[in-house]
């Protein structure tokens, strides 16, 4: 059978979009999300998108990495469908519901609250999240943090200086993380800016992640370093990030449709 797909993107993070609410999609598997993230064999992507109804929200979003694995949030992918839908919506995630409206800039999404404890990140054992005493080849002391996702960031002078392409599997498969973790290294430009580079679970050095920069903001916040509403500029550009009274978070910046196709589901499942 052929099924349809949208490919999309946030600022070059790029997605194949799936939705199995129109005609009768099988269920997606990890083998699938694999042979369409190829980027030689398949269609391509840096993450699969699987959109399904759901009972608790508008819709529901799945999200597979290159590797096949299912992860629980991505803002840059919710953006994404969040465009498709056209408007406010409630979307369901493995990591919890969350609300996108269309937005002057774009899309704006409300990532929900930033959590903090060891466990809910979650290591392997209790350490204080907010200077963990733990380092890497000179990438010391990093805050950990949940928005969805685990990730871990790390402050420095100079972001493009840390040889993240190899430091960052390292980190995200050290046993303090049972889950795997998001790596982020991140540099205060002033207090209303920040500059991003992140390896991502499951995925790689990408060109943008949104969970990775509400996170890094978070952080920053958290250690006093930047005010509530601040820019996060990564490799692919740039979102904005606020911090409201209740500590949630709201993140907007732009998505955008690149093309639609179809494939053949045998030639990939």
Same mark, same amino acid.
């Given at each position: ?29 990890t083998a699938l999300a694999r042979s369409l993230a190829d980027r030689r064999t398949g269609i391509g992507c840096d993450q699969l998108v699987v959109i399904e109804g759901s009972q608790a929200a508008d819709f529901r979003m799945r999200i597979f990495n290159p590797d096949g694995g299912e992860v629980e ?19 369901? /995630? ?12 774009? *899309? #704006? $999404?409300?990532? !929900?609250? &930033? ?13 204080? /999240? ?12 990093? *805050? #950990? $943090?949940?928005? !969805?996702? &685990? ?29 795997? $973790? ?88």
């Open positions: 059978m052929r099924v349809a797909f949208v490919k999309m993107h946030g600022l070059g993070n790029d997605f194949v979009v799936i939705d199995r609410r129109v005609g009768n999609v099988p269920p997606v598997d949030a991505c803002g840059n992918a919710s953006r994404a469908v969040a465009l498709l839908h056209g408007e406010p919506a409630r979307i369901e /995630t493995a990591g919890g519901i969350i609300h996108a409206r269309p937005a002057d800039h774009g *899309i #704006a $999404v409300d990532m !929900g609250h &930033p959590r903090f404890e060891w466990n809910e990140i979650p290591l392997a054992y209790a350490m204080d /999240t907010y200077s963990m005493p733990v380092g890497w080849d000179g990438l010391e002391n990093p *805050i #950990a $943090v949940n928005v !969805g996702n &685990p990730h871990v960031v790390f402050f420095v002078p100079d972001t493009d200086s840390i040889e993240l392409d190899r430091l960052g599997p390292q980190i995200e498969n050290d046993p303090l993380f049972p889950e795997r $973790v998001n790596v982020n290294v991140a540099t205060i430009v002033n207090r209303h800016s920040i500059r991003l580079r992140v390896w991502e679970r499951g995925a790689g050095l990408t060109r943008a992640c949104g969970t990775g920069a509400c996170a890094t903001a978070a952080a920053a916040i958290k250690r006093g370093l930047v005010e509530r509403q601040v820019t996060v500029a990564l490799p692919g550009g740039t979102l904005a990030i606020a911090l409201g009274e209740d500590s949630a978070i709201t993140m907007t910046g732009p998505a955008a449709e690149a093309f639609r196709g179809s494939f053949e589901w045998g030639a990939f499942a």
